[in-house]
């Protein structure tokens, strides 16, 4: 049978689960308040480094004066931050809402 206090409990270890972070996913973003999976942090992780891997391209490109190249670069580079920033608002207002689906009772 399920009682208040059992609800309470589960209620309790859940929001003890959700605050955990396994590490911090805003090198390049100001808010690191997304709590999220392993393989979320990982894959944005690595995308985090293919940019920073296309910034130093676009200062080599920049050092042998190839104008156009770093231009591309840098305009990829920011667009897959601005893609990185959009998903994590995503996610956040999907967490957002299935929090808000829990009955009041719990």
Do not use: G
Request: charged fraction near 20%.
């Amino acid at each position: 049978m399920i009682t208040r206090s059992k609800l309470a409990e589960q209620l309790r270890e859940y929001q003890i689960r959700s605050k955990h972070d396994w590490a911090s996913v805003s090198f390049f973003s100001s808010s690191s308040n997304l709590a999220s999976s392993r393989v979320d942090t990982a894959i944005f992780v690595i995308w985090e480094l293919v940019i920073l891997a296309l910034f130093v391209f676009s200062a080599v490109s920049l050092y042998f004066r190839h104008i156009r190249l770093t231009v591309l670069l840098l305009s990829i580079a920011l667009l897959l931050l601005l893609c990185m920033r959009v998903t994590k608002q995503v996610k956040l207002a999907r967490k957002k809402q299935r929090r808000m689906l829990l009955p009041l009772s719990m």
